[in-house]
């Protein structure tokens, strides 16, 4: 029971961090909060940035590196 609180709370996408992220916000600020990205694609000037961790999801969409748009599942 240990091991598995343990790893429950090595998880960084909670919805107190999600909480956390605002529109307006820049990229390595979000990273500070939630950590690296599982996948990001990127189009001209716009990107689309996706943290996964079991069934949680963070979706970020950011233009000119700054957040647009924010986004979760399961949290």
């Known amino acids: 029971m240990l091991l598995t609180a343990l790893l429950s709370g ?12 605002e529109v307006g916000m820049e990229y ?3 990273v500070k909060i939630i950590g690296q990205p599982a ?3 990127a189009v001209l000037n716009a990107q689309s940035c996706q ?6 999801q963070i979706q970020v ?3 000119a590196d700054k957040v647009v ?3 979760s599942q399961g949290l």
């Not at 090595?10 to 992220?21: A, G, R």
């Not at 943290?51 to 949680?56: E, I, L, P, Q």
């Open 61 to 63: 969409k950011l233009v």
């Open 39 to 41: 996948e990001c694609s």
């Open 10 to 21: 090595c998880s960084k996408l909670t919805p107190e961090n999600y909480s956390k992220l």
């Open 51 to 56: 943290w996964t961790k079991g069934g949680k």
């Open 28 to 30: 390595a600020e979000v």
């Open 69 to 71: 748009f924010l986004s």
